[in-house]
């Protein structure tokens, strides 16, 4: 499924970490689909999904580099391995603020 799914130039919204049913959700703006039959994406946007949302059960490790980062920024890069058979490992790659950054958002 995973291959099917476009994110780049995309960027995160939010992450909700739900622990005790161990569902992870990451907004991201839009989420496109291959056409298809296709293996680029090739600007297809009939079946984007604004403000979608990628869902991952069975969480039993998240973690966000460097610590203390809140992604909110345009995705670079995204991956799945898989490291055992019900056990997979997915990473994303976004710009973000970090604790050493000014808060141009009026925040903390």
């Known amino acids: 499924?995973?291959?099917?799914v476009y994110l780049g130039e995309r960027a995160v919204k939010g992450i909700e970490i739900n622990?005790?049913?161990?569902?992870v959700r990451i907004k991201i703006d839009f989420i496109s689909r291959l056409k298809?039959?296709?293996h680029n994406w090739g600007f297809y946007t009939d079946e984007d999904i604004e403000d979608g949302y990628m869902v991952f059960s069975g969480v039993t490790h998240f973690q966000i580099?460097?610590?203390?980062?809140?992604?909110?920024?345009?995705?670079f890069d995204y991956s799945m391995?898989?490291?055992?058979?019900?056990?997979?490992?997915f990473k994303i790659?976004?710009?973000g603020m970090?604790?050493?950054?000014?808060?141009?958002?009026?925040?903390c």
Do not use: C, F, H
Request: hydrophobic letters at 25%; charged letters at 25%; aromatic letters at 6%.
């Open 1 to 4: 499924m995973i291959e099917s």
């Open 19 to 23: 622990s005790w049913d161990l569902i």
């Open 36 to 38: 298809v039959g296709t």
């Open 65 to 75: 580099t460097p610590q203390g980062a809140i992604p909110d920024d345009y995705i």
């Open 81 to 89: 391995e898989k490291i055992r058979d019900n056990k997979s490992l």
């Open 93 to 95: 790659y976004s710009g």
């Open 98 to 107: 970090t604790p050493d950054m000014p808060d141009n958002r009026g925040g």
